[in-house]
C-alpha cells in the first residue's frame, strides 16, 4: 500500500515568516510530486509540481526533492495572512490510476 | 484553456433518497476522471476513477456508483443515501500522459438529514 505521509499540524507563524512544509512517501520509483492548497470549504488548487530532485522556485514558493530520502517540502517565505490552508502532498500512482494524497498540514499564519 | 465544472455546489437530502451529481470537463479530450469525497476535517478519499468511456474502476465498495457516459462526464450516484454519506464530493480531471497533475472542480458539499 502507497502510502504519503504528513505532519498534520496546525503548524503557526508569523506573518513574514519561512513555514516548511515536510512530507515523505513510501514508493521509491514514484516520479512526479504535487502540492495543493485547499482553503477551508474549497477544492484543492494546484501550486507546485516537481519532478526532479533539488529546489523549484515559483514566487513565494520552493519545493524541494530529495528522492534519496523520498522526501518532498514545501517552503513559503514571507508568509502571508492569506496562506491559511491546508497543505496537500500528492505523489503518483500506477499509471492511470489516481494520485495518492497525504491528509494535508494546516497552516496558520498569524499577523 | 481546460475548465472543469461540477453541480450542484451545495445538496441537502434525506436519509434513503436517490444522488446524482455530474462533473464535466471541457477543453481537453478522453482525460482521467476522478470523484473524491473529503469528511469534515479529513483527507482525500478516491471513490472512482475512469480511464475512458464507460471504464471505471471503484476504489472503496460502498452504496455508490459512478458512470461514464461520455468522453468529458463523469455522474456520481445513489439509490438510497445514508448518513454516512454526508460530505464535500469533488470531481478532478487529468490529462491521460502519466505523471500529471489532477485538477479539481469546486465541490458538491452533500448533507443528509
Known amino acids: 500500500q502507497k502510502e504519503v505521509e504528513q505532519n498534520s499540524g496546525p503548524l503557526s507563524v508569523p506573518e513574514g515568516a519561512i513555514a516548511s512544509l515536510n512530507c515523505t512517501y513510501s514508493?521509491?520509483?514514484?516520479?512526479?510530486f504535487f502540492w495543493y492548497r485547499q482553503y477551508s470549504g474549497k477544492s484543492p488548487e494546484l501550486i507546485m509540481s516537481?519532478?526532479?530532485?533539488g529546489d523549484k522556485e515559483d514566487g513565494r514558493f520552493t519545493a524541494q526533492l530529495n528522492k534519496a530520502s523520498q522526501y518532498v517540502s514545501l517552503l513559503i517565505r514571507d508568509s502571508q495572512p492569506s496562506d491559511s490552508a491546508t497543505y496537500l502532498c500528492a505523489v503518483n500512482g500506477q499509471a492511470g490510476t489516481a494520485l495518492i494524497f497525504g491528509k494535508g498540514t494546516t497552516l496558520s499564519v498569524s499577523s | 484553456s481546460q475548465t472543469i465544472h461540477q453541480w450542484p455546489a451545495t445538496l441537502v437530502q434525506p436519509v434513503g433518497s436517490p444522488l446524482s451529481l455530474e462533473c464535466t470537463v471541457e477543453g481537453t479530450s478522453n482525460p482521467n476522471l476522478y470523484w473524491y469525497r473529503q469528511a469534515a476535517g479529513r483527507g482525500l478519499q478516491l471513490l472512482f476513477y475512469?480511464?475512458?468511456?464507460?471504464?471505471i474502476s471503484s476504489e472503496v465498495p460502498q452504496n455508490l456508483s459512478a458512470s461514464r457516459p461520455q468522453d468529458r462526464q463523469f455522474i456520481l450516484s445513489s439509490k438510497k443515501l445514508l448518513l454516512s454519506d454526508s460530505g464535500f464530493y469533488l470531481c478532478?480531471?487529468?490529462?491521460?500522459?502519466?505523471?500529471?497533475?489532477?485538477?479539481f472542480g469546486d465541490g458538491t458539499r452533500l448533507s443528509i438529514l
Open positions: 516537481i519532478y526532479s530532485n
Open positions: 514508493d521509491r520509483v514514484s516520479q512526479s
Open positions: 478532478a480531471w487529468s490529462p491521460t500522459t502519466p505523471n500529471q497533475p489532477q485538477h
Open positions: 475512469s480511464v475512458g468511456i464507460g471504464q
